[in-house]
């Protein structure tokens, strides 16, 4: 990833999730198992931490368990406050802990990714 698009990318996400979560969704696909919505909310948050990890870790060229650390406290106080402003904002939304489970379920399976990933330094663009 051109790292001169790192922080579109991280916000455009950003932006993206929190508009799918707070948003009256109709007919949404049928998966075939009953935490369907569980599994996208993991995989949401997976992305999340990745893509701020990119921009803090290669933009911006902060040490790796400091790059890792800053995605994860984004990506899970995210996610706690959009659950907040579904049962806030929302009537066709509910926040729900076990939401926030799979969100940081989620944030740690990809910072367990990232601290075991051996990363090389990255070569300017």
Known sequence: ????????????????????????????????????DKLFH???YVVMTLVWFNFFGIKKNIRKKKAIFIAVIIASLFGMIIEVLQSALTVS?????????????????????????????????
């Open 42 to 44: 993991f995989g949401a």
């Open 93 to 125: 939304r509910d926040g729900d802990i076990n939401d926030v489970v799979a969100n940081n379920i989620g944030v740690l399976i990809a910072a367990l990714f990232l601290w075991f990933l051996p990363i090389k330094d990255v070569k300017k663009y």
């Open 1 to 36: 990833m051109h790292k001169k698009y790192a922080l579109t990318i991280a916000l455009g996400f950003t932006i993206l999730l929190a508009t799918a979560s707070l948003v009256r969704l109709n007919n949404m696909p049928d998966i075939g198992v009953s935490f369907g």
